[in-house]
């Protein structure tokens, strides 16, 4: 098969989707319409609600969304063969991601900004609200812990993408400033911004950085440099860093994106991974796992938590909400579907492709999965004329971006969260902004340092794409409960939600046997608490949902 061929099928896929089946939402169940206020006009405070140009507010959630994972989990997801990858990232993106994304967006723009954990107080009950909390405050405590390992990992396997990182978050503050106070032109900047990236990623594969001389471990030492910056950037006016940095970001990746398309088109490289391969070595089986280890490239309940986190706060239209909310999603779709063709046709022969993906556990590390992108999307490059090593280091520069974006929106998200903790319990000191930070970066570090080399995060990361999809079936539930109140049809929502919910549920439960047989007692008690949270609301939101709808 032809990785050109896939490519055009799946944007056509996706440009329809976009073009009928989210029109179809912003009309017919949401009933989007500018006569009213959104919460970024009518709780503006120039720190967190923000009313912001659809552009910057774009570039924003699809720099928040499109992290490592839509990279990872493709590229762990094609050793069961990349038909069944595939299939699911077009079709799980259509019909299912951009759909949890742009409803969760619309019901916190309802509640005025709030978060689907403290709405599902309101349309459900306060005991699913507490549970929804608990589950979000451990999803993102892994995030921020993993992320700010990956990037320092990455920081010291790729010194090139230093300069031109930091580059990025500079500028960005200076953007920020000049956009939001002095009034100047974004764009004019930003494509000189880009201009000057390419020259720092220039600069930097002349001139690597490498932490080595100061310390003995330089990765601690970009973790700790990392989470500081995670917590400024958490308690930093939303215009200051994180718009302007996203709004950046966004067009790096969709300049990478498409050079790796145009060298895909031109190349028009072979697929040499199997198309189907049930029983890998080692791995558990493709049904439920591949919809789970795919999340971000298809659907994933993080993203809910940035649209009803971040992004409900500054949406200028609710008829912008299309466009950011189903929009960005396809965007990230696009994404999953590059890295799933960087790892199957990005190799020279299928038997180079069978020593990378031996087995389930040489494929599924972390390392190994981005590492195999970078390589297999610099090829791509490459029939465009740039240079391996300046693909690679573009590439690298690219995830690190990323990686990076989502691990400041995860502290600020979980800075809200730990705000909504504050008020639930009534402890007036986590309801600070500085405590509230510093209690989400402060916990993170705790979790990295229980295992040496600040590992500590990845002895739960098991759990993130069970956790992670769990998160997804309760944000699709909770939209259902938003829709019956205002007497909507709920099929395009109930039905993703049945989904997702049954494979998460096999999923666990396959997981706790494994848990168990492996005697990793901690996961397994884990696994079977994050279980019990799902079938809890889900009983709950069903009992509502049939009270409701019988009225």
């Given at each position: 098969m032809n990785a050109a061929t896939l490519t055009l099928f799946t944007l056509v896929c996706f440009t329809l989707g976009y073009r009928f089946y989210g029109r179809y939402l912003a009309r017919h169940i949401f009933d989007l319409s500018d006569s009213d206020e959104t919460p970024a006009k009518s709780l503006a405070d120039q720190k967190d609600f923000v009313p912001t140009k659809k552009s910057i507010l774009w570039g924003h959630h699809f720099s928040s969304i499109a992290g490592a994972a839509p990279i990872v989990g493709p590229?762990?997801?094609?050793?069961?063969?990349?038909?069944?990858?595939?299939?699911?990232?077009?079709?799980?993106?259509?019909?299912m991601g951009a759909v949890h994304d742009f409803g969760a967006l619309v019901v916190s723009m309802h509640h005025k900004g709030q978060s689907l954990a403290s709405i599902s107080g309101d349309l459900i009950s306060k005991r699913v609200r507490n549970l929804f909390l608990m589950v979000v405050l451990f999803l993102v405590w892994m995030v921020i812990a993993v992320f700010a390992l990956v990037i320092a990992n990455l920081f010291v396997s790729f010194p090139s993408s230093v300069i031109p990182v930091n580059f990025e978050i500079l500028v960005a503050l200076l953007i920020g400033y000049f956009f939001n106070r002095k009034g100047k032109n974004i764009l004019t900047v930003a494509v000189l911004t880009q201009l000057g990236l390419f020259a720092m990623i220039y600069l930097g594969s002349v001139y690597p950085i490498s932490l080595e001389s100061l310390t003995t471990s330089p990765k601690m030492l970009w973790v700790c440099f990392l989470l500081i910056y995670s917590f400024v950037a958490s308690i930093l006016p939303v215009w200051a860093l994180l718009q302007p940095r996203d709004y950046i970001n966004s067009h790096q990746l969709m300049i990478g994106l498409g050079a790796i398309i145009l060298g895909v088109l031109i190349l028009q490289p072979p697929v040499v991974a199997p198309a189907f391969q049930?029983?890998?070595?080692?791995?558990?089986?493709?049904?439920?796992?591949?919809?789970?280890?795919?999340?971000?490239?298809?659907?994933?309940?993080?993203?809910?938590?940035?649209?009803?986190?971040?992004?409900?706060?500054?949406?200028?239209?609710?008829?912008?909400?299309?466009?950011?909310?189903?929009?960005?999603?396809?965007?990230?779709?696009?994404?999953?579907?590059?890295?799933?063709?960087?790892?199957?046709?990005?190799?020279?022969?299928?038997?180079?492709?069978?020593?990378?993906?031996?087995?389930?556990?040489?494929?599924?590390?972390?390392?190994?999965?981005?590492?195999?992108?970078?390589?297999?999307?610099?090829?791509?490059?490459?029939?465009?004329?740039?240079?391996?090593?300046?693909?690679?280091?573009?590439?690298?520069?690219?995830?690190?971006?990323?990686?990076?974006?989502?691990?400041?929106?995860?502290?600020?998200?979980?800075?809200?969260?730990?705000?909504?903790?504050?008020?639930?319990?009534?402890?007036?000191?986590?309801?600070?902004?500085?405590?509230s930070a510093g209690v989400a970066v402060a916990s993170a570090f705790f979790l990295m340092m229980i295992h040496s080399g600040g590992a500590g995060g990845l002895i739960l990361w098991p759990l993130?794409?069970?956790?992670?999809?769990?998160?997804?079936?309760?944000?699709?539930?909770?939209?259902?409960?938003?829709?019956?109140?205002?007497?909507?049809?709920?099929?395009?929502?109930?039905?993703?939600?049945?989904?997702?919910f049954a494979m998460t549920l096999f999923g666990l439960s396959l997981n706790i046997q494994s848990f168990l047989e492996s005697e990793n007692y901690l996961l397994a008690t884990l696994a079977s608490l994050l279980l019990i949270a799902e079938l809890w609301i889900a009983l709950e939101a069903t009992i509502i949902i049939k009270k409701r709808k019988s009225l």
């Open positions: 590229a762990v997801a094609v050793i069961w063969g990349w038909v069944p990858a595939l299939l699911w990232i077009v079709f799980g993106t259509i019909f049930p029983h890998p070595e080692g791995a558990p089986p493709w049904f439920p796992f591949l919809f789970i280890t795919i999340a971000c490239g298809a659907i994933s309940g993080f993203h809910g938590l940035v649209s009803a986190g971040t992004t409900s706060k500054q949406i200028k239209k609710w008829s912008d909400a299309k466009a950011i909310g189903y929009g960005a999603m396809i965007g990230e779709g696009t994404l999953a579907l590059l890295a799933t063709l960087a790892v199957c046709a990005g190799f020279a022969t299928e038997s180079e492709w069978h020593q990378h993906y031996a087995s389930w556990g040489q494929a599924q590390g972390l390392s190994a999965a981005i590492n195999a992108f970078v390589v297999g999307s610099s090829h791509f490059l490459a029939g465009i004329g740039i240079p391996q090593s300046f693909g690679q280091t573009m590439m690298s520069v690219l995830i690190i971006s990323f990686a990076a974006t989502s691990l400041d929106t995860a502290t600020r998200i979980q800075r809200y969260i730990i705000t909504e903790v504050g008020v639930v319990t009534r402890i007036k000191t986590l309801q600070s902004p500085w405590v993130f794409g069970a956790a992670n999809q769990m998160l997804a079936a309760l944000t699709l539930v909770v939209i259902c409960a938003f829709l019956i109140q205002k007497k909507k049809p709920i099929k395009n929502y109930f039905i993703p939600f049945c989904f997702i």
